[in-house]
């Protein structure tokens, strides 16, 4: 069992950085794959990014909305998860919920899939 702690959210400009980080508490971090979802106001949580358990090969996944802009890395050392996120667009504001669970392959980015969820953290980008 693992409980997910984001951090990293704030206000930036478009065209602004930010990094997301995750810390999850527990002793089996590295068995599970972790993910990035948001929500904005009035819509549906979707999916960012994820990536995989590095004894399975560490893939990782993006939304197409993010990809090219947004990179999720981890470090089992640390148990963390961070998603690093370029080129911020205000369609990007939204609360960052950081995920664990154990999706196959092609279930990564179906929030059914994972078991563990954070609080959340505001990322608000200004035009």
């Known amino acids: 069992q693992v409980q997910p702690v984001e951090s990293g959210g704030g206000l930036v400009q478009a065209g602004g950085s930010l990094r997301l980080s995750c810390t999850a508490s527990g002793r089996t971090f590295s068995n599970y794959a972790m993910g990035w979802f948001r929500q904005a106001p009035g819509k549906e949580r979707e999916f960012v990014a994820a990536?995989?358990?590095?004894?399975?090969?560490?893939?990782?996944y993006y939304a197409d909305s993010v990809k090219g802009r947004f990179t999720i890395s981890r470090d089992n050392h640390w148990n963390t998860v961070y998603l690093q996120m370029n080129s911020l667009e205000p369609e990007d504001t939204a609360v960052y919920y950081c995920?664990?669970?154990?999706?196959?392959?092609?279930?990564?980015?179906?929030?059914?899939?994972?078991?563990?969820w954070g609080q959340g953290t505001q990322v608000t980008v200004s035009s």
């Open positions: 990536i995989d358990r590095v004894w399975i090969g560490g893939s990782t």
């Open positions: 995920a664990a669970g154990r999706p196959t392959s092609t279930m990564m980015g179906v929030t059914g899939k994972y078991d563990y």
